[in-house]
């Protein structure tokens, strides 16, 4: 409180003495008052026209730069959207070859499964020659008009389409595996070289006489020694002297189907044993009831003999 009041009397006493001198200023100066008070109000104009020229040529400069970065970036701008618009342009192309190269995926897989299922694909295949892939040629040119949006919608559909035809495909190997199968158990091979002696079916009596006797199977002669393969793939039921069969070789094929190869000179399997299709499994010979070295062939299905013509390719 002491301080506060002391302070008070202070500026009391000052602004009383500014008010006794000011009538002396103003009786001596009166001439140059005016001039004075001018020069100050040009000077504080002066300061003001500089401090705002000079805000002026920062601001100028300032803006020069800006617009020279604004410039500089609009640049880079419009080559990015060339460069983008060319990518996008590239894009459609690579969008519309992928779509044509996915319609010829299509008649492939469709003429495969032609091919597969035993049609005829001499009058599709042509049909086939017509389709669209042919016209992709034209779309491939530089008028590709598509927008982002239609290159999306496209991808979207050539991404289901590559899964239909994946499972397609998958299908269609699962489908020759089988078939691969089914060919590979099939006796549709001849067992050996050499010329047909005797035919499935009755026939005049190898021994003469003018008898006719039943034959299960087919002669094939060649020189003793000439290998004899396996027509089918499967596995050796019997291997060993036959009766009137000589040297004898019985292979189970699966689905009823078993081959029989007989008169051979020698044996090269084991009962029990898989074999595969064109495997070695004897020589030829002229063992059992035999008038010349051959082999004899035979086909049962459920047991009953078959013209193996019928088999053979
Ligand atoms: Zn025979």
């Known amino acids: 409180m002491a301080k506060k009041t002391k302070n008070m009397n202070k500026s009391t006493s000052k602004s ?7 009538p002396q200023i103003e009786q001596n100066s009166k001439s140059i008052r005016i001039p004075i008070v001018t020069g100050k ?11 705002l020229m000079m805000g002026g040529v920062f601001h100028y ?20 959207n060339e460069a983008q618009s060319n990518q996008i342009e ?15 995926l299509n008649s492939l897989d469709a003429e495969l499964r032609r091919i597969v299922n035993n049609e005829d694909t001499t009058n599709t295949s042509r049909a086939g020659l017509v389709r669209p892939p042919i016209t992709s040629n034209e779309r491939v040119e ?31 190997k699962e489908e020759l595996l089988a078939k691969q199968a089914r ?52 596995q050796v039921i019997q291997s060993e002297w036959y009766a009137g069969y000589g040297e004898t070789v019985q292979i189970d094929h699966g689905n009823g189907i078993v081959t029989l190869y007989g008169h051979n000179s020698q044996r ?9 299709k ?14 010349g070295p051959h082999v004899h062939y035979e086909i049962r299905v459920n047991g009953t003999a078959v013209n193996p013509a019928t088999f053979l390719n």
């Open 142 to 172: 530089p008028q590709v008009q598509l927008d982002i949006n239609d290159i999306n919608n496209v991808v979207n559909n050539l991404q289901v389409a590559v899964k239909v035809r994946e499972q397609s495909l998958i299908e269609l």
């Open 90 to 104: 590239q894009l459609a192309k690579a969008t519309v070859n992928l779509q044509a190269d996915m319609e010829r």
């Open 278 to 291: 064109g495997q070695i499994i004897a020589y030829l010979g002229n063992t059992g009831y035999s008038t």
């Open 16 to 22: 009383e003495k500014t008010a006794m001198s000011m």
């Open 183 to 234: 060919l590979a158990t099939r006796p549709s091979i001849w067992p050996t070289a050499g010329e047909v002696t005797s035919r499935f079916g009755w026939r005049s009596s190898p021994s003469g006489g003018g008898s006719r006797d039943y034959h299960p199977g087919i002669d094939i002669a060649n020189s003793i020694g000439t290998p004899i393969v396996a027509t089918a793939d499967g």
């Open 268 to 276: 090269l399997v084991r009962s029990g044993q898989m074999v595969k």
């Open 61 to 80: 400069q300032g803006a020069l730069r800006t617009t020279s970065a604004e410039k500089t970036e609009l640049e880079n701008l419009r080559k990015n």
């Open 41 to 51: 109000y040009i000077a504080a104009v002066l300061c003001v026209f500089v401090v």
